[in-house]
């Protein structure tokens, strides 16, 4: 089973996460909700649509590509973009989205989330 939102609710509301951990399944889901793309699940379709548009999903690819859409056309993506970035913190920034979601202590034995793979995919 691959890693989807609600696994990502469920890190983000437990006790037994750690603050890091909670904030970057919360980010992730958030942008997930925003994205303009319906119906999302699974985190593995969010993130190759990042790809597909700005490149490694790395905080500075998405800071700046938040910084080039038109805010007219592209609200929902900027949203989404800008709320993502709190998943990185002051000491991780070198780590791309996909690091950031494989550290992800697991809500259950079922999912799983393999960062090499989508990187491989770019």
């Given at each position: 089973?691959q890693l989807?939102s609600?696994?990502?609710?469920?890190?983000a509301?437990?006790?037994?996460?750690?603050?890091?951990d909670?904030?970057?399944?919360?980010?992730?889901c958030?942008?997930?909700?925003?994205w303009?793309?319906?119906?999302?699940?699974?985190v593995?379709?969010?993130?190759?649509?990042?790809?597909?548009?700005?490149?490694?999903p790395?905080?500075?690819?998405?800071?700046?590509?938040?910084a080039?859409?038109?805010?007219?056309?592209?609200?929902?993506?900027?949203?989404?973009?800008t709320?993502?970035l709190?998943?990185?913190?002051?000491?991780?920034?070198?780590?791309?989205l996909?690091?950031l979601?494989?550290g992800?202590?697991s809500p259950?034995p079922?999912?799983s989330?393999?960062p090499?793979a989508l990187k491989?995919?770019?």
């Amino acid at each position: 089973m691959q890693l989807n939102s609600d696994n990502l609710r469920t890190i983000a509301s437990s006790s037994d996460a750690s603050e890091g951990d909670r904030r970057v399944a919360a980010a992730v889901c958030v942008a997930m909700d925003d994205w303009p793309t319906q119906g999302q699940i699974l985190v593995d379709e969010f993130l190759r649509e990042l790809l597909a548009e700005f490149g490694q999903p790395t905080y500075e690819n998405i800071r700046s590509g938040a910084a080039r859409l038109n805010i007219t056309t592209d609200a929902w993506k900027a949203e989404a973009l800008t709320g993502l970035l709190v998943a990185w913190s002051e000491n991780n920034r070198h780590l791309s989205l996909c690091d950031l979601l494989g550290g992800l202590s697991s809500p259950s034995p079922n999912h799983s989330f393999n960062p090499d793979a989508l990187k491989r995919a770019g």
